[in-house]
Every structure is written in C-alpha cells, then in structure tokens.
C-alpha cells in the first residue's frame, strides 16, 4: 500500500456526539491520525484542534440543512443518536426523522461520502419485548413492528442502491462507558447506586427481577464498539452488512454482582426487587451532599441519573445475548473481558471525580 494511500484523508461526521457511543467513537477516531472529526448533537460542544462541533437539531428538516449543508468533505457518517419516548411506536417518527434529514442534509452536497454507520441494538430481534432466541443472529427474521431500528436500516437499504456509498450497521448488546446526561448508561447506574448504597451504610442488593440474577447476559464495551465501528466503515467486505458486535464472554449477575460490591468495598446482600426509577426519586440531596463531602466533580444529580433504563435492564428474567461470530468471520477479532471492563470504567468514574 503507498503511503498516500494509508493516509488517505477521511472525514468523520458523527450523529450523537455527545453520548457513550458517540463520544467514545470521537475518541478512537482521535487516535487515528487520517480522520478530520465533525460532531453533531443539540448541544454541540467546545472545539478542539481535532474536532468541530456543530449543534443541529436534526428532528428540524431545515435546521439539519443549514447547519449540516456546508459540509462537502464528509466522507463517513456516523449515525448514533437516539430521542426516547414513553412509548415503541412513539420511537419511530423522531428517530426515522433524525437520520432522514440527516442524509438529505449531506448526500447531495459530499460527492466524496463513502459510508454511512448505523448504530443499532437487540432491539432488532426484539429483545426488549420479552425472551427471544439466543444466540441471535444477522439473519434472523424482523419481530412486528414498530421498530425503528429496522426502519433506519430499511431508509438506508432502499436509499443505497445507484450510490457511491455503502452502509453498515452494528448491534451492540448494552453498551458500557462514560457519558453525563445520558438515558442509557448502566455502568453510572450502577456506580451511582453502589456509591448511594455505601454512603447510606447499606449493602449492595441487585434490585432486579429475581431470575435476571441468574440469567445468561453480554455487554459491550464503548471502546470496543467504536474500534469496530470504524472497521465496518472502512472494510469493503463489510458494505451493506450487519453486525452483531460483543465483548464476546457472557455472565451472571449472581457471579458478577458481589465481585462488583467488593469494588465498592460493600457486602453483597441478596436480592430485592426494586425500581430504582422509584427509590432514588428522592436522592437528589443525598447526591449533592455526598458531592460537596467528596470534592465531586460539579455533576447534576439528573446528569448522574439512568433509574428508568437500569430497571430495564435488571428487569431482563431471560437469556440475552447474540452470536459474534460473524464480525470474527469478516474480519474484526477484538474482544474484552466484561469483568475488567465494569472495573475499568469504575476506576475511571473515580478518576473523573463523578464518584468518591
């Protein structure tokens, strides 16, 4: 390969900035010294000499437009945002929309766009619907809709025929990291809650469903995700390809959960059935105490704040994990340990001041 060739200058415009997927692919893309970095989200962000940020709000057609319509030298995008709603079908319209503008926005105006990244999840196989088959693979069969996982993909599928690009998406498991701010973010949940629990003088009690303590679960780890995702992006044979993507070891919590009350220098007590949306409702002085005690890092208690989406995941009495082997089989061989990976990321809450 010439050296031109290996450097050969690529853009990156990443939809979600600001969120564990997206600030961590930021990060990785960072490292690679070919990439110019664009991020996008509502709240942009503070330039850096590596990265611009832009702030879009991209359910707005001509706000997507004017703020991403200048852009002619992306070649890659990555796509990685989410808007909740209380409902499924309440999903679909805002998050189709997100990547709709978002293409019509940059398609017409980078004649050299390559690739478009779709960040997507379980949700495809229906996971989150209630026990589904395990391992899932690629080429299962869609559930009944809604879903806009598949709607994304379905937009990408009929828009890339006659174009010059190619897509990829990826399924992680849940994904792990550092993000604030973020609704999805069970590794914080789970600090938040252990560093609660400790300073209340309690022990560390899994707060799920009883039989999600002994189910078979996966998780993904951020770093691993984003080295993946540029893989997909920029590897021919995966163009118009889907991929499950893992740390590629399973667990229980009933194994894992007192190594992790041990991090935290707690007990592990047994079991107890709880919302965490409901008991931690009234923890926002607790919070801000244990911040002014600790010297914390000046984070709002809703910042810190994922109850809704880890009682979610604890809530999962069944099986959830997919089959990897098609990522290996194409090419991409990177896997983690999820043990150290819950480990490293509280370390690193710990280093950043969001925990004592």
Known sequence: MKPEAAFSRKTALVI????????????????????D???????????????RYVAADLLNEEDTRDKLGNLTEVTHIFYAAY???????????????MLVNTVNAIEPIAPQLQHISLMQGYKVYGAHLGPFKTPARET?????????????????????????????????????????????????????????????????????KPGAYHRLLEMTDAGLLARATVWAATDERCANQAFNITNGDLFRWNELWPKIAAFFELEAAPPLPMSL???????????????????????SFQDVSSWRFGDFVFSWDYDFF?????????????????????????EDFRKRKVIP
């Open 37 to 51: 970095i664009i991020g996008v989200s509502r709240r942009g962000g503070e330039d850096t000499p590596q990265v």
């Open 140 to 208: 299962d069969a869609h559930h009944m809709p809604p879903e806009f996982n598949v709607n994304q993909q379905q937009f990408l599928e009929q828009r890339q025929p006659g174009s010059k690009w190619t897509w990829s998406a990826l399924r992680p498991s849940v994904v792990c990291g550092f993000a604030l701010g973020n609704p999805m973010n069970l590794a914080m949940v789970i600090a938040i809650y252990a560093s609660m629990s400790k300073e209340l003088g309690l022990p560390l009690r899994f707060p799920g």
């Open 83 to 97: 808007q909740d709603r209380p409902t499924w079908a309440e999903l679909v319209p805002p998050n189709l929309a």
């Open 322 to 346: 997919a089959d990897g082997t098609k990522a290996r089989r194409f090419g991409f061989h990177d896997f983690i340990d999820t043990e150290q990976m819950f480990m490293d990321i509280f």
């Open 16 to 35: 979600g900035a600001n969120g564990v997927i997206g600030g961590t692919l930021i990060q990785h893309l960072m490292t690679l010294p070919e990439w």
């Open 277 to 299: 949306d409901v008991v931690m409702a009234d923890k926002e002085t607790l919070w801000n105490t244990m911040v002014e005690k600790y010297e914390l890092a000046d984070n």
